[in-house]
């Protein structure tokens, strides 16, 4: 063991004081238990950006999303196929859905939607303007799942969004 002294500001010290009590340990725990915290992190963003470390858990934490190979993503719609009608809607309605719950957590702008949704890996965003937004899909098999998923989002969105399907890609243009 090596002996430090460290000067700490006023926030620094008060999130040490919140830990010691939560965890019922020293500050010297809370500090290496930080420092151990910090390695992990610099690890994971080594990989992905800290952002999207977040959206991930956001997504996961309360287990309303899957993570899934890419292979199966498009296996499952290679046997979808044409899919029904009522399949098609219901996918509609989620969008929809979506909207309603991205509105609640503060995401209410167009590229904040597809850089939020781009983290699932359904497609890569690329940005043409402040208004024109290329998909480039990450299968092609998914490309109606996607659209309509989209047309369902901002079917009620307070801006005017337009959708256009084409081949790997899907553009959206906001009105």
Known sequence: MERLSISLNGKSLSIIKKYVSKYNTSQADIIRR?????????????????DNVLTYVDYLANKEHLII?????KSIFIEIGDGSKKFW?????????????YFDK???????????????????????SKSSFTLVLASLE?????????EG????????VEIEEEYMKIRIRVH
């Open 69 to 73: 190979d890419i292979a199966h993503w």
């Open 34 to 50: 930080s420092l151990s915290c910090l390695e992990t992190v610099e690890e994971v963003t080594e990989k992905t950006s800290l």
């Open 142 to 150: 998914s490309t109606k799942f996607i659209k309509i998923f989209f």
């Open 153 to 160: 989002f901002f079917s009620k969105f307070p801006q005017k």
């Open 106 to 128: 503060g995401i209410r702008e167009v590229k904040q939607v597809l850089e939020h949704i781009e983290k699932t890996n359904w497609y890569k965003l690329n940005i043409d």
């Open 89 to 101: 809607d219901e996918i509609y309605k989620i969008g929809d859905s979506h909207r309603k719950e």
